[in-house]
């Protein structure tokens, strides 16, 4: 651990602990194969001459009679760059069995410098090919990574994916290699077309007229862009492309088209009227203003008339912390696997209690870094699991630490901005208790290295009230296989005057939807967050603008509900199984953190809440 000391920048406003989970971002990049003619599988395309980036010819239909696959990809889409390591191995494998293997790019904004740099890096010695989207139409490819395998006459024998899971160890059906097999076998293949999930591919467009447009990307676009978009998708920040000029956003200009209106993108999932802090989310107005650009080609307009870029501090944002906890050495991540859940552990060594009113989190690798979660543990539990393992930190199972937390600091998740806490309240740290930082890792094809580290800012002045955490969960649960629209519920009392700031709801990948409502004393009720469509890629603690005051006697209930049946296309499991409250991702829970202080608590004049355990108001029932 390393302690770094200076000056906190502070602002009057709502602390939010952000967890989110970005997955691949695959889910968020991901488009719906477009609606247009194509050359159906069983037919042997017009022959068509290339070139790969090293010099070499090429033609569909090569005179030396062996099969070919082209494999679509980008440099850009998460989803094309987690199947790097399996693109390896099976063109070594086949190359041996006389296959030939092209890696095609077909996107318009990548440059052939870019692709080249990116086939070296990822070990591609098959040939790359830069193309202007005639390979990819006269393929019918419509998607990355998409695989089309001609046999040794030139019929297009299979196109799809190439295995049914983005995750390695999950792959259940290797679709691409199973088609190899038959062609080289003289047989018909079982499954000739797959659906792909991926990133669409964008290839050149004519340049659309300014003329008569409605919508253009300097007037009307690029404000709605800077506001919402660039936070992410920007160079050094997490989002796997930069939507920082007109040529980059007119290159997705159609994903941006399916992802708004599908309301993927913002990633913003809870209903609301803008009483949360930092909602992520466009108006129809603007949902509608993004689809007309692209529907009429995404105009540029007049340069006069586009506003600056926002600039960006490549710092802290709060300013400098006054204290910066960073692992010693770096953790390494394989290129592939299931995800990581690494937790470090950071003495404080505080000679007192202190109290923080924010923390900022810095991942060291944005490729990698999920999102992060600061605990507090006051046993010497994490220490010893930490001495267990080698190298920095030690592994948990992505639920919690391993351990009774004795508090929760925060932490970080993409999109998310730190916050301070209330003037007059922060979160505790006892003395001697230790900082355990659980950072959630996705690998991406590419062995990787990481830093994370985390600043704390101690709160400045007399504090009142301290920032607390109640876990509301229900344990106690089991969905049955195949059950698609299953309800679990979980409530608790409070025993005393409360102010929520804010709650963060949680479940698994068979979760389907969630609500936590407040039922105050009188009967009547406040929903305190509704999420329609969860996400278990984006999840996020919901501040509040207006505090929530709950009196002694309301009782805070979350009612989920989980879709363990085979249409659901996140069920890890194949067929389903009944799954129970448990840490791995393929288990599940029931659970809402709800941030409160306790309204009697005066610190300042010796009143002290009393300490609670560690569901602090109550038990799920």
């Known amino acids: 651990m390393r302690w770094r000391h200076g000056r906190a920048a502070l602002r009057p406003s709502l602390m939010i602990l952000a967890m989110g989970m970005a997955g691949l971002l695959t889910l968020a990049l991901t488009g719906s194969a477009r609606t247009v003619s194509r050359i159906a599988v069983g037919n042997r395309p017009a022959d068509i001459a290339f070139r790969d980036l090293a010099g070499g010819s090429h033609t569909l239909h090569a005179t030396d009679n062996r099969p070919a696959v082209y494999l679509f990809l980008s440099t850009q889409c998460p989803a094309a760059k987690a199947y790097s390591p399996r693109i390896v191995a ?28 990116h086939a070296k890096e990822r070990n591609y010695v098959f040939p790359i090919v830069r193309d202007n989207g005639a390979l990819a139409k006269r393929l019918g490819a419509l998607m990355t990574p998409e695989a089309v395998l001609l046999d040794a006459k030139g019929v297009i024998r299979y196109r799809g994916r190439i295995d049914d899971n983005a995750d390695a160890a999950r792959v259940r059906s290797r679709d691409l290699q199973n088609a190899l097999d038959s062609v080289l076998a003289g047989k018909l293949v079982a499954r000739p077309e797959t659906k792909v999930v991926g990133c669409t591919i964008r290839p050149a467009m004519p340049a659309a007229s300014a003329k008569n447009a409605k919508f253009t990307f300097a007037r009307d676009v690029a404000p709605i862009i800077q506001k919402n978009c660039l ?58 203003t993004l689809a007309a650009w692209a529907d009429s080609g995404a105009p540029m307009g007049s340069p006069k008339e586009l506003p ?14 006054d204290a910066v906890l960073e692992p010693s050495e770096p953790y390494h991540l394989a290129a592939e696997g299931r995800d990581v859940y690494q937790c470090f552990v950071f003495p404080t060594n505080f000679e007192a209690d202190r109290f923080i009113s924010a923390l900022e989190a810095k991942p060291g690798n944005n490729a990698v870094v999920h999102h992060v979660i600061a605990w507090l ?45 209330p ?56 969905i049955p296989a ?112 709800v941030m409160y202080t306790i309204n009697g608590e005066d610190l300042t004049q010796g009143v002290k809440a009393p300490r609670l355990n560690y569901f602090e108001i109550g038990r799920g029932q």
Request: glycine share 10%; hydrophobic share 35%; charged share 20%.
């Open 90 to 117: 099976l063109e070594k494998a086949y190359r041996a069995k006389g296959v030939r293997v092209f890696g095609v790019f077909s996107n318009v904004n990548e440059g052939a410098q870019e692709i080249a740099a």
């Open 231 to 288: 936070p992410c998708h920007r160079s050094g920040a997490v989002a796997p492309f930069s939507l920082e000029t007109y040529q980059q956003a007119a290159a997705w200009a159609s994903l941006i088209k399916d992802t708004t209106q599908a309301r993927r993108m913002p990633p913003w999932k809870a209903e609301s009227n803008g009483e949360f802090h930092n909602e992520m989310r466009l108006t129809e107005s603007e949902i509608a």
């Open 308 to 321: 600056p870029n926002p600039k960006f501090s490549s710092g802290w944002m709060l300013g400098e912390p």
């Open 377 to 421: 543990d006051t046993t010497g539990t994490a220490r010893r699991l930490d001495a267990q393992e080698p190298g920095p930190g030690y592994r948990s199972n992505g639920g919690f630490p391993g351990f009774v937390p004795a508090g929760f600091l925060g932490g970080w998740a993409p999109g998310n901005l730190p916050f301070t806490a």
């Open 423 to 478: 003037q007059g309240t922060g979160v505790h740290i006892p003395k001697g208790a230790d900082i355990v930082l659980e950072v959630h890792y996705h690998s991406n094809g590419k062995p990787q290295t990481d830093k994370t580290k985390i600043g704390l800012h101690f709160t400045k002045g007399p504090v009142q009230r301290t920032v607390r955490a109640a876990f509301l969960a229900n344990p106690m649960f089991v």
């Open 482 to 593: 195949g059950a698609k629209d299953y309800p679990v519920f979980a409530s608790m009392n409070v025993p005393q005057d409360i102010t929520v700031l804010g709650v963060m709801p949680h479940m698994h990948l068979l979760g389907k939807q969630i609500t936590v409502t407040a039922i105050k004393p009188d009967g009547q009720k406040r929903r305190m967050v509704h999420v329609p469509r969860w996400d278990f890629n984006w999840q996020t603690t919901y501040s509040y603008k207006e505090p929530l005051l709950l009196e002694k006697g309301s009782r805070v209930r979350v009612d989920a509900r989980y879709d363990n049946s085979e249409d659901n296309p996140n069920n890890p499991s194949r067929p389903p199984k009944p799954v129970g409250w448990g840490e791995q991702t393929t288990d599940e829970m029931c659970l809402a953190i």
